[in-house]
């Protein structure tokens, strides 16, 4: 399957500082990058869309102030929690779309934040 | 209303006995796809089978496979020959249209499945 990645695969900071997660297509070009959000013991919700070279779209509900998202090439899309607090400690899961040779869907290896 | 759900928040299974865990869609579409995916504990979403609207036959990947009743909107996922491996998080996920739209998915509430040995 297509190989995605992200970084840092966990962080700890203080709040009010700002994080910045990497998910990077490997073996294939994305144009429209997905941003999910999970909660323990809960499902993933869709934050926001992103497509290359353009702004991205926000889900109802989401700030997009405090989530940046750039999408600046076909392989790299990033998110950046600004002033980041504790109710933002969350398991954060990045989706490329495309990339399968059937339908398959892949997701990337999610980044666990944790604000203190 | 929910789009995709998933009725069963958690349930054991005996190890090498089958499991039939439940997914109900919503969706007025007629190109749709449907998808199951495993995240254990370690957080990665791994993807499992894939059953689309149109598609005729039920889908099926080794030990798993999806029963598709369309009029009923359901995509029930059966795994066959439980193993302790398989103790997990299952989510089911619905994409609807086609294109960069049709790629959007939308994610049930999830099962816990514990097998026992």
């Known amino acids: 399957g297509a190989v995605v990645s992200q970084h840092p695969s966990w962080v700890i900071c203080k709040s009010g500082t700002s994080v910045k997660i990497e998910c990077r297509s490997l073996?294939?070009?994305?144009?429209?990058m997905f941003w999910y959000r999970q909660f323990p013991k809960q499902s993933l919700m869709l934050m926001a869309t992103?497509?290359?070279?353009?702004?991205?779209?926000?889900e109802q509900g989401v700030e997009k102030d405090k989530f940046l998202i750039n999408h600046a090439s076909l392989t790299l899309s990033t998110l950046t929690v600004t002033s980041a607090h504790p109710e933002d400690s969350s398991f954060y899961i990045c989706?490329?779309?495309?990339?399968?040779?059937?339908?398959?869907?892949?997701f990337g290896p999610g980044t666990r934040l944790t604000v203190l | 209303a929910q789009k995709i759900t998933q009725t069963q928040p958690g349930m054991f299974v005996q190890e090498k006995e089958a499991v039939t865990l439940d997914c109900t869609y919503d969706?007025?579409?007629?190109?749709?796809?449907l998808f199951w995916y495993k995240q254990p504990s370690s957080g990665e979403m791994i993807f499992l089978i894939y059953?689309?609207?149109?598609?005729?036959q039920n889908a099926t990947e080794g030990r798993y496979s999806l029963n598709f009743q369309k009029a009923r909107k359901s995509a029930n996922l059966v795994i066959s020959a439980s193993q302790l491996g398989d103790s997990a998080m299952y989510f089911c996920?619905?994409?609807?249209?086609?294109?960069?739209?049709?790629?959007?998915?939308?994610f049930g509430g999830g099962t816990r499945v514990l097998v026992k040995p």
């Open positions: 073996d294939f070009q994305a144009t429209t």
């Open positions: 969706t007025s579409d007629p190109s749709y796809g």
């Open positions: 059953q689309g609207s149109y598609d005729q």
């Open positions: 996920a619905m994409r609807e249209g086609y294109g960069a739209a049709g790629n959007k998915l939308t």
């Open positions: 989706r490329p779309a495309g990339g399968g040779a059937g339908n398959e869907q892949f």
């Open positions: 992103s497509n290359e070279g353009s702004k991205a779209t926000y």
